[in-house]
């Protein structure tokens, strides 16, 4: 039988209460209450192949209710988690697959260096703080400061409508709540602007504006842009604060991954092949990702009622499930899993290429007088995390050695 278990959602202690709760009840699946009236089923994570092919709990439906995705100026999210319309999300995969390859890689490449002249500077070797927020979403999105100014309404208006009872979320959005309205304008000028430009393009070209064009999806090519645009600025400007962070602290890894990065382009240049060669840097941001305390995954609702294996437990219908990540920092699985471990796991290109230029152009590091011996915490929303956003930064660019030249970036 599952057990009411009430928690502090905001508490970092999170990690010690689902610990607590399974050790309470035998491994079983328990219920935390959240803000807003809701609750959570937090599963074991022996449990994790049973959610992921159980059709009856589901991802999509889930983000649509818990991001408001059909709520108005939220139509971005809504795209990109369409219930039925997935031509979009399709045509874009497959397009992304057949083209992103090695002409893409250097125009993210060639984004990413400028983005790094910007903001970090391309002409001092004196350490100086860089401006954490602007300076790393800075890397991983070029894009106008609107979509940023969407991205982040967006984001506020969603925490402060999920820590509100359901009855009073429809009013607030409607008529209180100024980074709703924020949303609901933002969304209309996108339009607006992407009509006008494709009126006025005169030849079709190898993009995304195209795509959508020629995939007869019935959403509108601006919404899933901005639909792209939360996830992308959120989960990999996340990943790169945490990743930076851990090897500014952990600075024994850095001759390692420069000269993986070094040797590798000279022997091939920006190629697919050669970013997914990455190897060590490629475990390094997993291993970042690992530390950080994400305490759950595997977000579902159920569709339907569905009983866990093993058991007459049933989780009713509408009941929104988690599973536990606890197994993160389980010494059975992960060998001192309170340490950082460069040479754990295996990410994403852009984040790769993101740091190929960081490791090649930049030392990095924490502000010493900031470290207090250990470094920055996240700080926990509930069972999600984030990188210290009070944090101070400081980079300083680097003497370029003859042994880093075979880079060619």
Not at 275 to 303: C, M, W
Not at 347 to 364: R, T
Request: proline share 4%.
């Amino acid at each position: 039988m599952i057990t009411d278990l009430f928690s502090n959602l905001s508490s970092t202690w999170l990690l010690i209460l689902i610990a607590n709760g399974f050790a309470k009840f035998n491994g079983s699946p328990f219920i935390v209450l959240v803000p807003g009236g809701g609750s959570k089923i937090v599963l074991p994570s022996s449990l994790s192949d049973w959610v992921k092919t159980n059709r009856d709990l589901d991802h999509q439906e889930l983000v649509r209710q818990e991001y408001f995705a059909r709520y108005s100026g939220f139509e971005a999210q809504y795209a990109i988690h369409h219930p039925w319309d997935r031509v979009l999300i399709d045509t874009l995969r497959t397009k992304l697959s057949q083209h992103i390859q090695d002409e893409l890689l250097k125009t993210v490449s060639q984004s990413i260096e400028a983005a790094l002249d910007e903001y970090w500077g391309n002409d001092t070797e004196e350490w100086h703080t860089i401006d954490w927020e602007r300076d790393t979403t800075g890397l991983i999105s070029r894009a106008a400061a609107s979509v940023f100014t969407y991205v982040k309404d967006f984001l506020t208006a969603v925490g402060t409508l999920q820590m509100l009872p359901k009855v009073i979320r429809p009013i607030v959005h409607r008529f209180f709540l100024p980074q709703s309205s924020s949303c609901r304008v933002l969304i209309k000028e996108a339009r607006i602007l992407v009509e006008k430009y494709l009126k006025e393009r005169t030849a079709q070209q190898n993009d995304f504006l195209s795509w959508a064009q020629q995939s007869q999806s019935t959403i509108h090519s601006a919404d899933i842009q901005l639909g792209l645009a939360v996830a992308a600025l959120f989960t990999t400007t996340e990943a790169l604060k945490q990743a930076l962070v851990d090897i500014a602290l952990n600075p024994s890894a850095i001759p390692l991954l420069r000269k993986e990065v070094s040797s590798l382009f000279q022997a091939g240049g920006l190629t697919q092949t050669s970013v997914n060669s990455l190897s060590l840097l490629d475990s390094t941001i997993k291993e970042s990702q690992r530390l950080t305390p994400f305490l759950t995954g595997l977000e579902r609702i159920a569709l339907n009622s569905t009983t866990l294996p093993n058991s007459k437990t049933v989780i009713p219908k509408g009941s929104i499930t988690v599973v536990s990540s606890l197994d993160q920092w389980n010494p059975l699985i992960h060998q001192h899993p309170d340490k950082f471990n460069e040479n754990r796991f295996f990410a994403a290109n852009e984040l790769k290429l993101s740091f190929v230029h960081i490791l090649e152009k930049y030392d990095v590091r924490i502000k010493p007088d900031e470290q207090g011996g250990k470094g920055p915490k996240s700080v926990q929303y509930g069972f999600f995390a984030i990188v210290d956003p009070g944090i101070q930064f400081e980079v300083r660019r680097r003497k370029r050695k003859e042994e880093d030249v075979g880079v060619g970036l």
